[in-house]
């Protein structure tokens, strides 16, 4: 039985006797990377489609992009990656991107400005949930042909108008930025899906990995590219595990049956932090903590119960028990460390003025329902809301269910509230803005999209027109006080409440050097770990 198989078996064999701390320690080989984290998330691996945490984990491992971040130096912004330099024509809508040689896709097929033409247009074309991303330049299924095109080695992108020059790039360091095989991905073209069938649970990248499997719900596990440009990875494997349960993590971690846990609350943070052999690492993530309503329902439409709300969270209560050292409180939809990001925190848990309010929109008692992911801090943070809804009359009937069931009905609108996560997709203003507080078309007829405000049926109340002006502000300072300006407007209109910030703690083995898990702007990198 080879390592890996060991390995496997040790790690099936302890969760069947519950993991044991009295049974014998596993050891990952050295030449593998195992995590534990919960995974439930992943609904493809095919970059135009993906939009959900741990799959931006996988993708930004597998594909290259035009520009990128080096997880050694995240501080220094995007670097060339696929591209190895770009000019920008005079009125500033066009960008040629000149394609660095001798790059091979994992299939051994060489990378072409061909394929990055057919993977941003792909993008546009499928137009699925994260498209916007790139559609809000201007690109359209039917200007595609003119607007993105390769030529040579170069691929010109012409936008709709000027855009600050670092914007349109931060965006392409995006999911949806990924490069994929053209060859490959056309040949397993099915009905003229473009490969979004095959891409769903296989790669044709040219990143430091390769996807061996997907097992939704248990494991991803991806192989390393030898012939990746920036150098061959120290892991030759890296394997994913979805472990639900923060003990059981610790437990895994501590026995050895894996190397990185990341998600343990703080009481398995605080017992892990007195094992030998292991570290705890705390990052300032982009992640926010936030609750919405739903416009669409007749109560949580009023302005005086959108405001009561965020009178009923105990933001203090939460921050210092179960979420302590994990979550910090933070009241708007930039993070901490984004251009135009503001510490103002207006709201603190206070019934009364919660009751005053609700009073004076007429209401009386009511029921709603609240949709939650399956996972620990979150069912926990739904049911102290429940708690303190219910001082006010509120019955808040919580429904837990995958991350798929309840973000497919929360982008279907159907639910009466919402409680989860938004992580940004790139590191720019606008991309928090522009979809906390960014509707253009808020009838039922503009179809699911990756809109929050959308999804809550909010049109925005003005803060729409205000996001469109602030994304072409050229002047770094006046854009800065333009979402000071908007984020002060948002804490008082919208049907959102930002309650948190993420500190992501990771449990990893001392042994395992250089795990980066992208800060507040990209995703994690495995490449450059080493044991």
Known sequence: MNSFNRLLSSVALGLAVGLSP??????TPSNMLVIANRIDDITTIDPAQSFEFAGSDVLRNIYGKLVNFDPLNLDAGYQPDLAESWTV?????????????????????????????????????????PSFILTQFGFTADNAGETIVAEGNTLRITTDKRYATSFVLNCLTATIGSIVDKEVVMANEVDGDLGNS?????????????????KPNESVTLTSNPDFHGGAPAMERVIVRHVQESA?????????DIDVARNLNPEDIAGAREADGLVIDDELRGRLMYIAVNQKHEILSKPEV??????LVDYEGMQNSFLNGQYTIHQNFLPRTYLGAVDDNPFSLNIEKAKELLASAGVGPFEIEVGVREAQERIEIAQSLQNTFAQADITLNITVGTAKAILGRYRARELDMYMGAWGPDYPDPHTNAGTFAYNPDNSDEAGATGLLAYRNAWDTAGLTDKVADAVVEGDREARAAMYVAIQSEFRDKAPFAVMFQKIEQTGRSEAVKNLNLGGAITAVSYWPVTK
């Open 22 to 27: 009295m049974s014998a320690a596993a050891e």
């Open 198 to 214: 095959w891409l769903a649970t296989n790669s044709a990248g040219s990143g430091p990995y390769k996807l061996q499997s997907w």
């Open 306 to 311: 959108r405001e009561a709300i965020k009178y």
């Open 89 to 129: 024509s005079e009125d500033g809508r066009t960008i040629t991107f000149t394609i660095r040689e001798g790059i091979k896709f994992h299939s051994g097929n060489p990378v072409r400005a061909e394929d990055v033409e057919f993977s941003l247009r792909r993008v546009v074309t499928l137009n699925k949930t």
């Open 248 to 256: 059981t993590q610790r437990l895994m971690l501590e026995r050895g």
